[in-house]
């Protein structure tokens, strides 16, 4: 069974809060999970909390192997829990290049 670490979405209508649970990975996004490791309200203030993990289970999650789905990654990263992602920019055209078949003449 693969486990992910994802959000499921909770709240009313346009006023989203989030729970970060570990499900297995083929179960619908806000179906069957196997445990609550913290919620995310991306709506709160800037001056409120909007992140609460229970850092002891998501750590345990972790070294078990499941895998944090991109966002969920990015909300651990902010957190402290995993190194963040870094992305490089993809590379410019050479100088002399000529456009791609079919794009311009």
Request: aromatic fraction near 4%.
């Amino acid at each position: 069974m693969a486990v992910k670490l994802r959000l499921m979405r909770m709240g009313k209508t346009k006023q989203p809060t989030y729970r970060v649970v570990a499900a297995d990975s083929r179960s619908p996004r806000d179906g069957r999970f196997i445990e609550i490791v913290g919620s995310y309200a991306p709506r709160e203030a800037l001056a409120q909390n909007k992140v609460v993990l229970k850092a002891d289970r998501v750590t345990r999650w972790l070294k078990e192997g499941a895998q944090p789905t991109d966002r969920v990654r990015r909300i651990l990263a902010d957190q402290g829990l995993v190194e963040p992602i870094v992305r490089r920019p993809a590379p410019a055209p050479a100088a002399g290049a000529k456009p791609a078949a079919g794009q311009g003449k």
